[in-house]
């Protein structure tokens, strides 16, 4: 049987009228087997997608618009390839529903099916802006000779602490298009004081890494348990729109619920 190829990094056409078989799966497993994850999850959480501009038409045939929430539980057997989204989303553009509330129920369905979980869809009704909490570290006085991913980097030690650290320096390219991804990253942790210096260094060591969002969160999360002994740890990352989507994955072991969906001003 030959593999379906999934539409990213290909010439595609941008169909108009209602298609879930665009929606284009990955299985999450290959990736978390190269963390070390088989088995039960380390961590609960999500990956948080935001639809700035989704339009349908009504019964009557005038454009709808709305602003959605996307939330794909994160132990979902797959995530959804991006370009596949934006182009279901898409499909949506010149398709009649009686009420918004159908549509809402019609991207449930498809994405859930997609994902192998009960994802939620929630149409936003403001766009508020707050930024990410914590204490920046990108002032840290940090010489940089290397940008491979590399958990060594890490140091923990001394007193245990309780502090909310972030940076908007993370980068990474997709591992598909090359294309670059940007995010805000605040991670929230107890255990031994985290040295900000070298917790900078690893950051910026993604910066030429090939890999999906919700996997480069889950590799942090990863590397931030073993290297630093965390007794509670949150990783959360937000990052910037393509294509009008931006995905935010939130990974914990603390037992605090995924936030709201709020974004950040650079989004």
């Given at each position: 049987?030959?593999?379906?190829?999934?539409?990213?990094?290909?010439?595609?056409?941008?169909?108009?009228?209602?298609?879930?078989?665009?929606?284009?799966?990955?299985?999450?497993?290959?990736?978390?087997?190269?963390?070390?994850?088989?088995?039960?999850?380390?961590?609960?959480?999500?990956?948080?997608?935001?639809?700035?501009?989704?339009?349908?038409?009504?019964?009557?045939?005038?454009?709808?618009?709305?602003?959605?929430?996307?939330?794909?539980?994160?132990?979902?057997?797959?995530?959804?390839?991006?370009?596949?989204?934006?182009?279901?989303?898409?499909?949506?553009?010149?398709?009649?529903?009686?009420?918004?509330?159908?549509?809402?129920?019609?991207?449930?369905?498809?994405?859930?099916?997609?994902?192998?979980?009960?994802?939620?869809?929630?149409?936003?009704?403001?766009?508020?802006?707050?930024?990410?909490?914590?204490?920046?570290?990108?002032?840290?006085?940090v010489s940089i000779d290397g940008y491979e991913v590399d958990p060594s980097?890490?140091?923990?030690?001394?007193?245990?602490?309780?502090?909310?650290?972030?940076?908007?320096?993370?980068?990474?390219?997709?591992?598909?298009?090359?294309?670059?991804?940007?995010?805000?990253?605040?991670?929230?942790?107890?255990?031994?004081?985290?040295?900000?210096?070298?917790?900078?260094?690893?950051?910026?060591?993604?910066?030429?890494?090939?890999?999906?969002?919700?996997?480069?969160?889950?590799?942090?999360?990863?590397?931030?348990?073993?290297?630093?002994?965390?007794?509670?740890?949150?990783?959360?990352?937000?990052?910037?729109?393509?294509?009008?989507?931006?995905?935010?994955?939130?990974?914990?072991?603390?037992?605090?619920?995924?936030?709201?969906?709020?974004?950040?001003?650079?989004?």
């Amino acid at each position: 049987m030959t593999a379906r190829l999934g539409p990213l990094g290909q010439a595609t056409g941008y169909p108009d009228r209602y298609d879930p078989s665009l929606l284009f799966a990955v299985a999450r497993a290959p990736q978390r087997a190269d963390i070390g994850i088989d088995g039960a999850l380390p961590f609960t959480g999500a990956d948080v997608w935001t639809a700035y501009e989704h339009t349908w038409l009504d019964g009557r045939g005038r454009p709808r618009i709305a602003m959605l929430s996307l939330v794909v539980p994160v132990d979902s057997p797959y995530i959804v390839e991006s370009k596949s989204v934006k182009l279901y989303l898409g499909s949506y553009a010149q398709t009649r529903f009686d009420d918004g509330g159908k549509v809402k129920l019609a991207i449930e369905r498809d994405l859930s099916a997609a994902t192998g979980g009960a994802v939620e869809v929630a149409v936003l009704e403001d766009a508020r802006l707050a930024p990410m909490p914590g204490v920046s570290i990108d002032d840290e006085e940090v010489s940089i000779d290397g940008y491979e991913v590399d958990p060594s980097l890490l140091c923990a030690a001394g007193e245990t602490v309780s502090e909310i650290l972030r940076s908007d320096l993370f980068r990474s390219v997709c591992p598909v298009t090359g294309q670059p991804d940007y995010a805000s990253i605040a991670i929230a942790y107890r255990g031994p004081r985290i040295d900000r210096a070298s917790l900078l260094r690893y950051v910026i060591s993604f910066r030429l890494h090939a890999g999906f969002h919700e996997h480069c969160a889950e590799r942090i999360f990863v590397d931030l348990a073993q290297r630093c002994a965390c007794e509670s740890l949150t990783v959360h990352a937000r990052f910037t729109r393509r294509g009008g989507l931006d995905i935010n994955p939130f990974r914990t072991n603390a037992g605090v619920p995924v936030p709201a969906n709020v974004r950040t001003p650079r989004q």
